[in-house]
């Protein structure tokens, strides 16, 4: 297994004490250090890894289980990891074996040459003039991709901007022109798409689905933690595409496109159908799992019947897409909407959102009985 962490003194100790565990029951132990999580799913995929935990936080550290590529790990992993941990039985064989720690220091730097490598051999790119912008939170991805765009010779200014977020890219340029994060994803998946089948989380645009036909390919979602092995071939394939889940790649990524095609930022835009993504959290203290199973059983969604309910319940309307999906923490409900436009995304966001309150004052009634 793979061991790594954000770098702040709790995360360092929690990945020290997790390595020690692993070892001491004869796991063999990768550790990354001090890494990104980006960085980090690229040290599990160039050595071949299929467990890993990263760590990261300051006050209260939070553990990722992760497994190929950085993918969160299957139920069935994550449960056994969660129960080792709380009652400290953690097996190991009769005669005592300790695992072997081997220290991985220059992943960062491959990862940064693996970046140069998706930059490089582009003259037009080199002309283009772009500056980079980050939410604050994601300032070190930023600054990164800034640092190697002057490497590649990209000078600054008033041309294109490049904005990493915390879930995604985004594009806007002098002229006005702006692409949101999930328009910047379609389009890097769009393009993929033209090379084979892509696999994306199952909360992705669905109108990616469509775009997939089109090219006479396939669309496959994997699952944030499924229950059994249905998502398999999506994980294989996702394991294998980095840039679906690393920003910076995706900032690349579109970068590159847009340059090598000699495209407007407006005339890029232009070759993704409309649509647009919104959504809003609803609190529910009790059962939100229950709540969007009967709302997914009562508006016939559309994975009711091959028991995706457990990621989220997915509803076409005559306008666009909903999903209901319970938060991780299990105190609400994340409610998405797509459409093509804003305006009708959140209507059909501000539709859900009113049945998940109706059912839930209902519910809490109900109770108080």
């Known amino acids: 297994m793979s061991v790594g962490c954000s770098g702040t003194a709790p995360a360092v100790a929690f990945r020290h004490a997790a390595a020690s565990g692993a070892l001491s029951v004869g796991l063999d132990v990768y550790d990354l250090g001090d890494c990104s999580r980006e960085v980090f799913s690229y040290g599990m995929t160039l050595v071949g890894l299929k467990l890993g935990v990263w760590i990261e936080g300051v006050e209260e550290c939070r553990v990722h289980v992760v497994q190929e590529g950085g993918l969160p790990a ?3 992993v994550e449960r056994s990891v969660e129960n080792a941990l709380g009652t400290g039985e953690l097996p190991s064989g009769e005669k005592r074996r300790f695992g072997r720690l081997t220290q991985i220091s220059d992943s960062e730097v491959l990862y940064e040459s693996h970046l140069r490598g998706m930059l490089s051999g582009s003259e037009k790119l080199r002309e283009l003039k772009i500056d980079v912008a980050s939410d604050g939170v994601s300032r070190g991805r930023a600054l990164l991709l800034e640092r190697l765009l002057r490497e590649t010779g990209v000078k600054s200014g008033r041309g294109l901007t490049v904005r990493i977020g915390e879930t995604g890219v985004s594009l806007s340029d002098a002229q006005g022109a702006f692409l949101s994060e999930q328009r910047v994803f379609g ?5 993929e798409l033209e090379k084979g089948p892509v ?9 990616l689905d469509g775009i997939a036909a089109r090219h006479g390919t396939r669309l496959l979602r994997y699952m944030s933690c499924p229950a059994d092995d249905s998502d398999s071939e999506a994980r294989r ?19 590159r496109h847009i340059a090598d095609n000699g495209l407007s930022v407006r005339r890029f835009a232009e070759l993704l159908p409309d649509f647009a993504v919104t959504g809003r959290t609803v609190r529910v203290e009790r059962d939100p799992a229950g709540i969007v199973g009967r709302i997914g059983n009562e508006d016939n969604a559309l994975n009711a019947s091959d028991g995706g309910i457990g990621e989220g319940a997915v509803f076409r309307t005559a306008r666009g897409y909903a999903t209901l999906r319970t938060l991780k923490k299990g105190d609400g409900i994340r409610i998405t909407a797509e459409a093509d436009s804003a305006e009708t995304a959140e209507e059909i966001c501000g539709f859900y959102a009113k049945r998940v309150e109706q059912l839930r004052n209902s519910l809490d009634t109900e109770r108080q009985k």
């Not at 696999?199 to 109108?207: E, H, L, T, W």
């Open 187 to 191: 389009l890097c998946c769009m393009a």
């Open 74 to 76: 299957v139920r069935a």
């Open 199 to 207: 696999a994306v989380g199952c909360g992705a645009p669905r109108i």
């Open 237 to 255: 394939v996702a394991a294998l595409q980095l840039w679906s889940r690393d920003t910076v790649m995706q900032a690349i990524k579109v970068l």
